[in-house]
């Protein structure tokens, strides 16, 4: 049997009745097939006899082995029959994000929350050691259920190949989907996936706010640290799955229903302050609704007709609302009454003139009369007058240093713990104690697991900064001094929520002083370490003390 001859009706390895071609790849054909043992439907991957991917093959699936998180297809079999070569995968029935993209750009929610899925899949793969290799629109699937499914764990890579990949490459590819999910263009500098070119400007990538009206701040912000280079604002870049799964909760929650009920959800989530800007405030062409129909394109997968996983996204134009019908006057009810004559508005407006002057003037004379009061006071040997103190909300700067009221140990996209008893040496006013980070092995950069860790400290009210300085033990760190974006009064619970105000690369041990932009007012202060010294055992940042001076 050689690659020409498995065709439809063909019973390979005597239990899989092959159907019809759905792909190939390179010479490589994908077929959809009947495991006639067990009854159910199957996608068979098929190599000519000779073909030096061969081995690729054997090997990507065992690899694909370890990826047991549901989320990804499993390989069910595979073997050589005749000299061929085949790998079983499990079939899908639903539609590829690439068709679903062929009609429009997704909403920020639906975006966010495919995007979620498929980082939290790929972070419990690259706890294993291995990389999908081939993430992209055709490999991810909406199935009839509204589940989403990643499609050719290491085997996709294998047929194109294109080599194992790396957990660096499968971030970068998410990044790639989520851009183009919101914006229904290709972050590239061709076309890819039936989709056209992102715009560039100075030959930077323009962010997905930029492309579409309408996409959500959090999410574009997100998207920049995926694929700017550098990110914008100074924002540190996410290289992980867990960061990126972290980040993307933090703004679409952690639900793994699908959202049904695309504007209510964007509605709730805007109120609950997790996703902002949601709402379309152009006319845009509704998103398409993610109803899956077949995985590799089919409209039907030969067992029952697809059904819509999701409801159409409400439309975002602003209501009209019906005119209401006429009152007794011939007005409608609801119509504003006829402004009066240019006339009238004059009279009016010299009345508060006038009103203004009189006020003007009691002021005055009674500012004069109080004075007159304290200066006989004083000369005479009376008791003085005193005026009443004046109240104001804006923070007073004294150019004194900051009370810390309390702080606390920052590590959103880890296990939410950093040696959080330590923390309080880092303001104690002892040099000796000290606050550490864990210690990291492979790379400076935390491992590439996570963006950074920190401590964020609480200044009890809002006060102006001007200057925080850290003392560091060891050689190369890198830092940020971050604040709130938004309500400086809250701790955002994700890095996302910190606004970066400056940025210090590879210091040298000792205290390092970082000025900020005038007339900064906060009560709280993160800093946030996104490189660490070299330890004997890896890396690992430490701090003995911070001050933080108004």
């Known amino acids: ?46 190599l000519p006899v000779g073909d030096p991917r061969t081995n690729l093959l054997f090997d990507a699936a065992r690899q694909a082995a370890a990826a047991n998180d549901p989320r990804f297809l499993r390989v069910l079999d ?67 259920a509204g589940a989403i499914k990643v499609v050719g764990v290491a085997t996709e890579a294998a047929l194109r190949s294109s080599g194992a990949g790396s957990p660096e490459e499968d971030v970068h590819a998410l990044g790639e989907l989520l851009f183009a999910s919101l914006t229904g263009r290709w972050p590239g500098p061709a076309p890819a996936w039936g989709l056209q070119p992102a715009p560039v400007e100075h030959g930077r990538l323009l962010s997905p706010r930029q492309v579409r009206a309408g996409v959500p701040r959090s999410l574009d912000d ?14 540190p870049p996410i290289t992980s799955a867990a960061g990126l799964s972290a980040a993307l909760s933090g703004v679409v929650g952690s639900s793994h229903e699908p959202p049904n009920q695309m504007d209510e959800t964007v509605q709730v989530a805007s109120q609950n302050g997790s996703i902002d800007d949601a709402t379309q405030v152009v006319p845009q062409p509704p998103p398409p609704a993610l109803d899956p129909q077949s995985a590799y394109g ?15 996204a409400g439309d975002t134009r602003p209501i009209r609302r019906q005119p209401s019908p006429p009152n007794g006057n011939g007005r409608r009810r609801d119509e504003p009454k006829p402004k009066g ?36 006071g004083a000369n005479n040997g009376g008791s003085q007058t005193s ?55 492979n790379k400076p950069n935390l491992g590439g697991l996570k963006p950074g860790v920190g401590i964020y400290y609480n200044l009890g009210a809002k006060t102006t900064v001007s200057s925080v300085a850290v003392a560091l033990v060891g050689d190369d760190t890198s830092l940020q001094i971050l604040i709130p974006d938004g309500d400086t009064t ?7 929520g910190w606004k970066p105000l400056a940025t210090k690369e590879d210091q040298p041990e000792g205290t390092v002083n970082v000025t900020l932009p005038a007339g900064t007012q906060t009560q709280y202060v993160l800093v946030w370490l996104t490189k660490l010294p070299k330890v004997s055992d890896g890396y690992q940042g430490t701090i003995s003390e911070v001050t933080i001076q108004k």
């Open 387 to 441: 005026a009443p103190p004046q109240t104001s909300t804006t923070p007073s700067s004294t150019g004194g240093k900051a009370t810390i009221a309390s702080a606390k140990d920052f590590d959103p996209d880890g296990d939410q713990v950093e040696h959080p008893k330590d923390v309080k040496n880092t303001y104690d006013g002892d040099p000796s104690t000290t606050w550490k980070t864990q210690s990291y092995r």
């Open 78 to 144: 595979c073997d050589m029959h005749d000299g061929v070569t085949y790998c079983v995968r499990e079939w899908a029935g639903g539609r590829t994000l690439e068709r679903m993209l062929g009609s429009g750009p997704l909403t920020g929610q639906q975006a966010g929350w495919l995007a979620r899925e498929v980082s939290e899949a790929l972070e419990n793969l690259h706890r294993t050691g291995y990389a999908h290799g081939a993430i992209s629109p055709a490999t991810v699937v909406v199935t009839d």
């Open 222 to 235: 997100i998207s920049d640290r995926l694929l700017g280079d550098p990110p914008r604002h100074h924002a």
């Open 341 to 376: 004559s240019w006339g009238g508005r004059i009279l009016i407006l010299l009345a508060i003139l006038a009103l203004l002057s009189v006020i003007a003037m009691a002021q005055f004379l009674l500012k004069g009369a109080m004075n007159k009061d304290q200066g006989n």
């Open 1 to 46: 049997m050689s690659n020409q001859t498995v065709s439809p009706g063909a019973l390979l390895a005597g239990r899989y009745r092959i159907a019809e071609l759905l792909a190939e790849i390179d010479g490589a054909r994908v077929w959809r097939a009947v495991d006639e043992v067990l009854s159910r439907a199957v996608v068979v991957d098929v």
């Open 490 to 496: 809250k701790p955002p619970s994700s890095i996302d």
């Open 298 to 312: 089919s409209e039907s997968n030969g067992y029952r007709p697809p059904q819509p996983a999701y409801e159409p």
